[in-house]
C-alpha cells in the first residue's frame, strides 16, 4: 500500500505538468525509489507491489516517463554473458543483509567483483589479502567487491547458517570468531587492513547455480544490466583485471545482448 501511494504521488506530479528535473527531485523525496535519466526520458527503479505496477504502466500516455524492473528478467545464470541471479550476504558486524539487486543501475557502481569463499580454503585467503589493493586500486572508479565467505555444500561449513537471527547465540558468537579470525589472517597475509567488506552466505546462495566450483569463485558483473563478464575458478589471473578495466572504462554492450 505504501508502494501505491508513491506511484500515486508520483501521478499527480507528472499529471501537474513538471518538468523532468522536478519531477526527479519531487520523487527522491518520496522514499527508497531512485530515479535517474536516459536521454529525454526519466526512468524510476522501485520495488513496487501489483497494483502500484499497473498503475505505473497506464501512465504510458505521458511523454518520457518509463518504468525500469528492480532486476533484469531471467533466466538466469552464472555462466559469462548471462544474467546473474539475484542473491542476498548477510553481514554479521552491522546485523545487516545486502542483495544483489541494491547495485542494479546504481550511479557510483559501475562493477562487481562477487568471491565465493571456503575457510579451509588456503587460495581463498591469499585471493583475499591481494583484493585489498584490487579495492583501493579501482573503488574510486566504481568497483565493488562482494566477498563471502563459507559458500559449500560442507555440513558445518557455512558461517551462521541458521543462527544469523539470534546474535545473542553462542552459535553466532562462534561464527563471528571464525569471521574475524578470517579477516585477521588476510591483513596478516595482505600487511594492511582490509578495505572492502566480507560477508556470509548463510543461505548457500551458489550452490543451485554451479554445485561443483572450485575455491575461490569469482564473478564480474555489471550493473547497469547484472550480466556476467567473466568467471573465474581459482585464484583469478590477470585476465580479470583486464576486464575490470574494460568494464569500467569503456561502454560495453548491455546483457543479453540485442
Known sequence: MENAKKCLLFAFAVLAGC??????????????????QKG????????????ADTFLFHLNIVPHIFVVSPYPAGPYAIDKFQVMPN?????PWSDQWIELKDFYLSKDVKALLIVSSAGWCGPCLKEAAALIEIYDKYSADGLEIIYTLGNTNIPGDVPFDGVYDSPNSAGFAADLYFMNSWVHMTETEAGQPINYKMYADPNREFIPYAPTHAWPFSMLVTTKDMGVRLVEEGFWSVLMINKIEMVLYNEVPNIPFD
Open 19 to 36: 518538468t523532468s528535473s522536478e519531477y526527479i527531485e519531487q520523487y527522491h523525496d518520496l522514499g527508497d525509489a531512485s530515479t535517474g
Open 40 to 51: 529525454d526520458s526519466v526512468y524510476v527503479v522501485a520495488d513496487v507491489g501489483d497494483e
Open 87 to 91: 542473491m542476498e550476504f548477510y553481514n
